[in-house]
């Protein structure tokens, strides 16, 4: 037989090892970010600011969300509380934080891509013919937290906010405005422009003229004069 058309022998593939069991912790700790997926027994917070000064009320760590997200309760004005996800570690209870909603934009500063803190992108917003500015956009993460809305950052980069209270709405210090306010101008009509006209001809100076022509007026003038004195 032709060793060409010899079958290689089948090897036996190597035991999976086998997933240890899941613990009543493991249970709890995949039910509760289940919930927080679904956002079961919570609502979307209303009436937000674009931006205000909120104070980290309560901080937890989501088990079995790749170690990397927690789980904050901030306050901001009249005492309106709400929940939001964000990274591990760059916020404590009891600091207070710049909070930039969803539909938010954001001029273009470094300082508002801190990438511990948040995630943006950049847009481009066309006003008219040379009329456009860039600004960043927030993204908003909603695959641990349902009802997440907006981002938070760390006043280390806001000098100018360290001293601003509690509830303080700050959109205005920052140059932060509204995305559908946005959307708003550039679909708005464009000015027409003028369409320029063509300029009458500028008449000949009697330098350009001939020396006939000259001549010829000259004497109906002197013709005319001649006839008002008869």
Same mark, same amino acid.
């Given at each position: 037989?032709?060793?060409?058309?010899?079958?290689?022998?089948?090897?036996?593939?190597?035991?999976?090892?086998?997933?240890?069991?899941?613990?009543?912790?493991?249970?709890?700790?995949?039910?509760?970010?289940?919930?927080?997926?679904?956002?079961?027994?919570?609502?979307?917070?209303?009436?937000?600011?674009?931006?205000?000064?909120?104070?980290?009320?309560?901080?937890?760590?989501?088990?079995?969300?790749?170690?990397?997200?927690?789980?904050?309760?901030?306050?901001?004005?009249?005492?309106?509380?709400?929940?939001?996800?964000?990274?591990?570690?760059?916020?404590?209870?009891?600091?207070?934080?710049?909070?930039?909603?969803?539909?938010?934009?954001?001029?273009?500063?470094?300082?508002?891509?801190?990438?511990?803190?948040?995630?943006?992108?950049?847009?481009?917003?066309?006003?008219?013919?040379?009329?456009?500015?860039?600004?960043?956009?927030?993204?908003?993460?909603?695959?641990?937290?349902?009802?997440?809305?907006?981002?938070?950052?760390?006043?280390?980069?806001?000098?100018?906010?360290?001293?601003?209270?509690?509830?303080?709405?700050? !959109? &205005? +210090?920052?140059?932060?405005?509204? /995305?559908?306010? $946005? =959307?708003? #101008? %550039?679909?708005?009509?464009?000015?027409?422009?003028?369409?320029?006209?063509?300029?009458?001809?500028?008449?000949?100076?009697? !330098? &350009? +003229?001939?020396?006939?022509?000259? /001549?010829?007026? $000259? =004497?109906? #003038? %002197?013709?005319?004069?001649?006839?008002?004195?008869?």
């Amino acid at each position: 037989m032709n060793k060409k058309n010899e079958k290689p022998e089948k090897t036996d593939k190597p035991e999976k090892p086998e997933k240890p069991e899941k613990t009543w912790e493991d249970i709890r700790a995949i039910a509760y970010l289940d919930k927080l997926r679904r956002g079961e027994g919570e609502t979307m917070p209303t009436a937000l600011p674009l931006a205000c000064i909120v104070r980290v009320v309560a901080y937890k760590e989501i088990p079995k969300a790749n170690e990397r997200y927690a789980l904050v309760t901030v306050r901001g004005s009249l005492g309106i509380t709400w929940k939001m996800c964000v990274n591990r570690n760059y916020l404590k209870k009891g600091m207070n934080a710049l909070f930039v909603a969803k539909g938010a934009t954001m001029p273009e500063e470094e300082r508002f891509r801190n990438p511990e803190a948040a995630k943006v992108k950049l847009r481009v917003f066309r006003f008219g013919p040379g009329i456009k500015e860039r600004r960043f956009l927030p993204i908003v993460n909603r695959t641990i937290y349902h009802f997440n809305n907006g981002l938070l950052y760390p006043l280390d980069d806001f000098p100018e906010l360290k001293r601003m209270r509690e509830g303080t709405i700050c !959109a &205005a +210090e920052l140059r932060i405005d509204s /995305l559908k306010e $946005r =959307h708003a #101008r %550039v679909a708005a009509p464009k000015p027409k422009q003028k369409k320029k006209t063509a300029s009458a001809p500028k008449a000949e100076s009697d !330098a &350009a +003229e001939g020396f006939f022509a000259k /001549l010829r007026r $000259r =004497h109906i #003038r %002197v013709w005319r004069a001649r006839e008002n004195e008869d």
